[in-house]
């Protein structure tokens, strides 16, 4: 398969912006613990300021995610999730959906928020739906929270279930593109 071909595919999938594990940004680096050298990454930075996609797309938009807080292999998934997003560590953040929101998060500037629960018992206590996972996926929820209204919640499965069940990945990315088009929708 050629680059072109790649990039196809890609686009087809809704990526849009594509690196080198080897040349991981160094947010995505840091999370992961490793050290990057000026060698590794090809030199200096450049003296002049470039906007990159990753920068643009923070106007579009955050990402909560929420459920049990990933350990071990699903930290990496996880973390591989977020590289594969694009997202930069202010696009992001994880919250326990044990905590009684706090409309006061939400940013004042009118940025808009996704939400994505890890799991039914996370997407059940954020939406107040009943309904197992199976159910609440592949559907746009609305946080159920004084202030919060209008929050969407995509529900998709556990990090630790994909583990074990790798054939449920593709399941997950579909949530995932779920989730990036009702953001870019807001």
Known sequence: MNMSTNSIFLKEMGITEWTSRDAAPEHVQAMLGTQVSDDQVGGAAPASPVVTEAQERHALGIWWFFGNKPQGDAEVLFLNTIRTLGLTPQEWSWKNPADKFNPELLPQDGTPIVALAFGGAATQKLSGERDALPELRETVLAVNADGAED???????????????????ALFWQDLLLAKSVLQNI
Request: hydrophobic share 40%.
């Open 151 to 169: 929050l969407p919640l995509i529900a998709t499965f556990e990090l630790s279930q994909l583990l074990s069940r790798p054939k449920d990945k």
